[in-house]
């Protein structure tokens, strides 16, 4: 049986093992994707030294990780060294291998929902590894007009006139809409586009509170992460799972426990 493992800080909530192992056993894959709780990037390496040992053939990085880990391995997949955060390791004997597989996922979704950012004004939230790969995406396959928000300045981004050619794209771990009144109520009174790379919805109570018509305009990150994990999977097990793998039926597993 082939092993692979996600590794990260505060992973315990994670729907990844149920994607991937939903997809093994759909597939007859004889592989078990399991979770493995690091604090630093000491016990990150630690891990991924021991992996041999352990008989572990892929690893998916997590935050806070995804830029940490690339002085330790030996090289980074030609397309994905210009992002500079790396979630995917492949093993080649004991040759370490560095992915991207967010872009892919980002990349995906927005295709899969019918959104282009081409002439539209992008506002993105967070500065870590995963805003790196959105922030490739854009500038790989869009014109769009960027605008950066950290924690230190993002309330200045509700000082902007948001229109229906605006998005926001929200790269941190922070639920503004869930959390803030502030930032759903100026949600609400606006036709903009929010995409969380959260996947949640917000919480039940609060999703309510959006009318039909707003609604459509909140995305979470299911997708993508559904996406990325199968292109995860075709990294490790170098092949294209893609046209086996039905989206909405591993939506419907996850029905219910969106995090």
Not at 7 to 12: L, V
Not at 227 to 239: G, V
Request: charged letters at 25%.
């Amino acid at each position: 049986m082939k092993n692979f493992y996600l590794i990260g800080k505060n992973i315990n909530n994670s729907l990844s093992p149920l994607i991937h192992n939903y997809i093994f056993n759909s597939l007859k894959i004889n592989a078990i994707y399991k979770l493995y709780q690091v604090d630093t990037i000491k016990d990150c390496l630690d891990f991924i030294k021991q992996s041999s040992k352990n008989n572990i053939n892929g690893i998916n990085i997590t935050n806070p990780f995804k830029k940490e880990i690339i002085p330790h391995i030996h090289e980074i997949y030609e397309t994905d060294s210009k992002i500079k955060a790396i979630n995917c390791l492949s093993f080649n004997k004991d040759k370490i291998t560095g992915y991207n597989t967010d872009w892919v996922g980002f990349l995906k979704m927005v295709k899969n929902n019918n959104i282009s950012f081409n002439n539209k004004d992008v506002h993105i939230i967070g500065e870590g590894g995963s805003f790196k790969a959105i922030f490739f995406v854009l500038k790989s396959f869009y014109s769009a007009n960027i605008k950066l928000y950290n924690r230190q300045n993002i309330d200045t981004l509700m000082t902007k006139n948001l229109k229906k050619n605006s998005v926001v794209i929200n790269c941190t771990p922070k639920h503004f809409l869930e959390d803030s009144n502030k930032f759903r109520d100026y949600f609400i009174n606006r036709n903009f586009l929010w995409i969380d790379l959260l996947y949640t919805k917000l919480s039940t109570e609060n999703y309510l509170l959006l009318n039909e018509n707003h609604k459509q305009f909140y995305i979470n990150g299911i997708d993508m992460l559904i996406f990325q994990a199968i292109e995860s999977i075709n990294i490790w097990l170098r092949k294209d799972i893609h046209k086996n793998v039905d989206l909405y039926d591993i939506k419907k597993k996850l029905k219910g426990i969106e995090c």
